[in-house]
Each structure stands twice: as C-alpha cells, then as structure tokens.
C-alpha cells in the first residue's frame, strides 16, 4: 500500500474529544521509549509527524494522524515509565484502556516490544488484558537493527515460547526496525488488508 498523505489531526485528553467521523483506525501501544512515534514516522516516511524522543513520557495525549485522508494511525502514551507520579500513572493507564475499550472506529491494537529484551511482565500483562477484553491486536517488536539478524530471531523465538505458556497461538506479529524501514511493507500490507475487509 502507499501511503500518499499523513497529516496530523488532533490531539485528545480523552476518548470523547477524538475524532467524531467513522474512519477505520490503527492504535500503537507499548512501554513508554519502545519506539511508536517513530515506528509511525517510519510507516508514514514523515520523520516530523509524530514527536519523538530519546526520553521517555514524550507522548501524554491520544495522538490521531489522518493517512490518505482514509483512515487514521494513532500514537498513544506509553505505560511503565516508571518516573512518574502514582497519580499521573493512573490517569495515563485510564486515557489508554478507556480509549482502547470504548473507541468503536478501533480496528486494531499494535503492542509494541523491544526485540532487545526477555518477555516482560508488564507487557504481557497488557497483552493478556487485551486479549480478555477481545481486543484484536498485533504484536510488534521494534528496534530490530540494534541486535544481530539470528539474535533477533532467538529473542522472537523466546517470545513465542512465553506466550504459549498463556495462549493457544502466537498472534500475528512483525520483527521492524524504525532506523531501517524494516518491516515497514508488511505492516503497511496488513492495515491494507483490515481496512479491505471493512470495506466488503
Ligand atoms: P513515549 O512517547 O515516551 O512513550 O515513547 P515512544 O514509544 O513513542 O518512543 P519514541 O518513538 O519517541 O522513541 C524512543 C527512542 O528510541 C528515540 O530515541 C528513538 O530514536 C529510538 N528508537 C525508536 N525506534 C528505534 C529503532 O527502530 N531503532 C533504533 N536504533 N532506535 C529507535
Ligand atoms: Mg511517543
């Protein structure tokens, strides 16, 4: 698929001030640094769309981009950075999970995961609330160009292992990399395919 236009929309503190016409959208969520600004930079080839940063907390607000003037990606806060307030803890996990849970034009949740490191609770925690709450979902892994080719491949293997301790298959997932444009077509293919189907 290409990607012709993406342009920023809107910023929203909540689920009800997002935008209110019915395009199908793609959310991005993962631990606070893991790289979802980035990765929608790389998806959009538009390094200055979505604000990114080598601190974490950078994105506080429901970010929602406009792609071909047809449907929307959208950059969430990230969970986990641990430099916060319990409070504002709290009040980010409830912008999140309350726009997950009552967005309808959400088609689908990515997860992102540092490839860089061994399963962590707080990501399957995520990933199993998800799944509770019939979310569909794809995982992510990101920063792939940080490990070696067959490391990468042990790390995603090793991740596969630990999700069917708790799940009977291993969602769909993609090894990327924002710093190479890796895994960008596949991505970009499987948003394609959502939104066709939505359409039939
Ligand atoms: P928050 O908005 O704070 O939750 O973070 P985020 O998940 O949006 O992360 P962001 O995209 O801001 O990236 C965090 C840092 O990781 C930045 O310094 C990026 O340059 C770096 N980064 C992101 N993706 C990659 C990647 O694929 N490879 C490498 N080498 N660095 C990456
Ligand atoms: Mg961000």
């Known amino acids: 698929m290409e990607i012709k236009t993406s342009e920023f929309t ?3 503190p909540m689920v009800s001030m997002c935008p209110k016409d019915n395009k199908p959208e793609y959310a991005f ?8 600004s980035s990765l929608i930079n790389m998806l959009c080839r538009n390094k200055k769309l979505a ?11 429901i970010n929602h981009f406009i792609i071909n003037r047809e449907w929307y990606l959208v950059d969430l806060p990230g969970y986990g950075f641990a430099k916060r307030s319990k409070k504002e803890v709290q009040k980010l996990d409830q912008m999140i999970r309350g726009y997950i849970l009552e967005r309808e034009q959400l088609v689908n949740v990515f997860v992102l995961v540092d490839v860089r490191l061994e399963p962590q609770a707080i990501d399957l925690e995520f990933i199993n609330w998800l799944g509770l709450s019939s979310v569909p979902f794809a995982i992510v892994f990101t920063k792939a160009d940080k490990l070696t080719p067959t490391k990468v491949k042990a790390n995603v293997a090793a991740y596969e292992k630990k999700m069917l301790e708790t799940w009977e298959e291993m969602p769909p997932y993609f090894v990327t990399s924002s710093e190479k444009s890796q895994g960008r077509d596949d991505v970009l293919a499987y948003i394609e395919q959502i939104t066709k189907s939505l359409k039939e």
């Open 10 to 12: 809107l910023s929203s």
């Open 29 to 36: 969520i993962g631990r606070s640094n893991v790289g979802k």
């Open 51 to 61: 604000k990114t940063s080598s601190t974490p907390g950078k994105t506080l607000l």
